[in-house]
Each structure stands twice: as structure tokens, then as C-alpha cells.
């Protein structure tokens, strides 16, 4: 399963990390994501590396969460997604993200602790979690009414509908919108100036930018895994992965 996650140091002090799992849309398995924060912290200890650049191999960033896999994993606080999300809302050096294609639930949510996303026109995003009767993940319940405004955010939290990559950089979920195909090597680019720059003063200044923010998001995290489990463990969330896995639209009409 770790061969779905490759991790590669590049020249220029850049640690490339990329979803490798494009038969799935690169779907997240628990295995992914516990190798997924063996990186961040890889390339936090690693002195060399200046810059962390997140991508996705098969033109898709990640369809979210393996919900097989997910189902039959046992529940464990905080979960390994969790424990992820917490090892890279805290990471001191600058993490670059490359968007192509889908970025489903944690796929966008993780975005949110990324210092720049460059996503491609093509780009999509969906926060699916009412839909799949699951509250919101990854802070950003916290995160998101800050950056795009309580009324955007209750629109693309509540609603789980699709949203392009305008709507992303409006709300605050990516940094800019590049053409088809070149988000990559946009993306590059950006990390590889990040890395000449003095590394000490890009961490302070990162530091400086997030510390109004980091106990309220720590306390999110926690706060929405919790509430994460009592839902998945619902008559509703039964209701809603049987229908997904059946094809069918859900019928919440008998829940009051």
C-alpha cells in the first residue's frame, strides 16, 4: 500500500510526495495516509529539504477516502487521516500542492493547511460530507468560514456540490488557477524559489502567519474527529455508504 504514496527528493531542496493510486482516483487508504505523514515528517527532519511539493499521479488529485477500506477499518482516535492532518497543519517549512482533476473531501480539506495550491482550470472540488451523512473534517469548519466567509462556506459545506477552481481560490482553498496541464510545473517553479529563499526566515515568517490560527486548529481537528465518529457510527451514515456502494440515491426519510 505504501507504493501508493511515492516520496522523492529532488534537486533544489524540493520532497515530492505524490498520490500514486490512479486506478482508484487515488482514492485514500489508512495505509496511505500513515505513509502520506511519514513524509511530511520526513521532510521536516530532513535539513536538505527546503520546500515540500504535494501532487497526484493520473489526472486526479485524490477522490477522498477508500470508503471500503474505510468501513472496515477499526475506529481509532485520532484516526491516521487525522493524524496526517495534524502532522501537516503543524509542519514549519512551506508545503506546495498540485491540483488536476478531482479533489473530493479530505482531498480539498487538506488544502486549507497548504501554504500555496496551484490548480488547474480543470480542476474540481467537492466537500461531500453531509452527503454521506459525516460532519466536516481537517478544521475546516474552522478554516474555511474564515477564509471564504460563513455564507460560502455553509454553501459548499452543506450543499456538497461541485466547484470549480475559481470558487477554490475565492474561498481560500487554492492561491491560483493555472491552464490545463501546467499546474505542475507551475507549482514547481513556485517551490523552487521558496527553496532559495533564507530558510529560517521562511519558517518564522510561515510561523508568524499561522499563529493567530494554530490552537484554534488544533482544537478543530480534534473537536470534528470526534463528532466524525459519532456520525460514521449513525443509522444515517449505514443509510448513506449502503447506498453509494448499491448506486442508488439514499433515502433519509424515515431519520427525524
Do not use: W
Not at 515568517?205 to 460514521?232: N, P, S
Request: one cysteine or more.
Amino acid at each position: 500500500m505504501t507504493d501508493h504514496v511515492r516520496v522523492e527528493k529532488r534537486s533544489g531542496g524540493i520532497l515530492s510526495i505524490t498520490l500514486d493510486r490512479p486506478e482508484r482516483k487515488n482514492a485514500l487508504s489508512i495505509a496511505m495516509y500513515r505513509r502520506l505523514k511519514e513524509a511530511v515528517e520526513l521532510g521536516q527532519a530532513d535539513r536538505e529539504v527546503r520546500v515540500l511539493l504535494i501532487a497526484a499521479n493520473g489526472g486526479n488529485f485524490t477522490s477522498g477516502n477508500d470508503l471500503a477500506d474505510f468501513q472496515k477499518a477499526p475506529v481509532e482516535f485520532p484516526s491516521p487521516g487525522v493524524q496526517f492532518l495534524q502532522v501537516l497543519s503543524t509542519a514549519k517549512k512551506p508545503i506546495v500542492a498540485v491540483v488536476e482533476g478531482y479533489a473530493v473531501g479530505i482531498g480539498t480539506t487538506m488544502l486549507l493547511h497548504c501554504d500555496m495550491v496551484f490548480a488547474s482550470a480543470t480542476a474540481r472540488f467537492k466537500l461531500p460530507f453531509v452527503n454521506l451523512a459525516l460532519c466536516p473534517e481537517g478544521a475546516s469548519s474552522y478554516l474555511l468560514p474564515k477564509h471564504a466567509g460563513y455564507k460560502e462556506a455553509a454553501r459548499l459545506l452543506m450543499l456538497g456540490e461541485e466547484f470549480d477552481a475559481t470558487v477554490a481560490v475565492r474561498a481560500g482553498i487554492a492561491t491560483q488557477v493555472t491552464p490545463p496541464g501546467e499546474a505542475l510545473s507551475v507549482a514547481m517553479d513556485c517551490a523552487l524559489t521558496l527553496a532559495k529563499k533564507p530558510p529560517r526566515a521562511l519558517q518564522v515568517t510561515k510561523a508568524l502567519l499561522r499563529r493567530g490560527d494554530a490552537q484554534a486548529v488544533a482544537e478543530a481537528l480534534l473537536i470534528e474527529a470526534d463528532q466524525f465518529i459519532q456520525c460514521r457510527n449513525s443509522a444515517e451514515a449505514q443509510e448513506a455508504f449502503t447506498a453509494f456502494f448499491e448506486k442508488r440515491a439514499p433515502d433519509f426519510s424515515r431519520f427525524g
